[in-house]
């Protein structure tokens, strides 16, 4: 038997995947902050209707982005050293909320984003 899923789920994965095998560098990297900020929205939204559920896969997708930006810190950027640093605190607040929900915790994270992004990107 199939295991049933969220539909709109699987289709926004298909769509991120699309957008993300076309696009490179600065792109990249919008769509994954974009996607992280997203996610914690949606856990907040979640935590706010008591939807555990979304909110335990929301949390887990903004951990799986803030890894991807990790990562794909450009090792000669000289910025580079503060960014991992940074993306490992958002990480870690991100954990911390897997067990104990901090709205403002993950609203000072979505903050953050949004600095790196206009930064980063304009």
């Known amino acids: 038997m199939l295991k049933r899923g969220n539909p709109s ?4 994965k298909i769509a991120f995947d ?10 990249l990297v919008r769509l994954c902050l974009d996607d992280v900020q997203a996610a914690l929205g949606q856990a907040v939204w ?7 559920d979304l909110r335990r896969s929301a949390l887990a997708r903004a951990q799986s982005g803030l890894a991807a930006l990790r990562f794909g810190v450009d090792p000669k950027n000289p910025l580079g050293p503060a960014l991992v640093t940074l ?11 897997r067990f104990r929900f ?7 994270v979505r903050a953050d984003l949004t600095d790196i992004s206009k930064a980063m990107l304009g």
């Open 9 to 12: 789920e699987a289709y926004r």
């Open 46 to 52: 979640a935590e706010d209707n008591a939807r555990v």
């Open 18 to 27: 699309a957008c993300v095998a076309g696009s490179k560098g600065p792109e």
């Open 102 to 108: 901090d709205a403002a915790a993950i609203g000072r």
């Open 87 to 97: 993306y490992d605190a958002m990480a870690s607040t991100v954990t911390a909320n």
